[in-house]
């Protein structure tokens, strides 16, 4: 887990702020997909802007994840990853004001990933390889997205929180 440098907290505090007076309260993740031959994605903020990190339509799949949590309103984040040949990997507690970066050393792509927090509910979905998109309409304090068992990659993913 990585301390946030001063661009990135501004960013993701940034975003908290933009949504002061809604059901966030200020409570922040920002998240970045690397595609595979192509590169880092747009970074998202949960800060109600519409769109998705990724890409679709072009059957690249997500090979790493980048996460930021703000320091604003002291939100709860655990993520965990399942890669297309060694299956589920180990969830992980980012704290606010820190990031961590989802990769694995074989280079596999991302099929799933957990979203797990006990003091924030979010709503998440994923476009999956040959499938589209894939997620919930529900808010939950717990939830997977991506495919599982389905030998299938991600290749974008939105989060609201």
Known sequence: MAKLTPEQLREVNAAGVQRSGSRTEGRAICYQAHVRNKGWSATLCTDGAD???GTVGE??????????VGT???MNLNVQ???AETGTGPEHYIAPGTSYEFSHSGGQPVQ???????NETMKAAAHVQGVGWKGTNA???DQWIGSIGENRWMEAFWIDI
Request: aromatic share 20%; hydrophobic share 35%; net charge positive.
């Open 72 to 74: 604003t309103g002291a």
């Open 51 to 53: 769109g998705y990190t």
């Open 81 to 83: 990853a399942h890669w």
């Open 59 to 68: 059957n690249k799949p997500i090979d790493r994840i980048k996460f930021y």
């Open 112 to 118: 799933a990933l957990r979203l797990r927090s006990n």
């Open 139 to 141: 808010w939950s304090y």
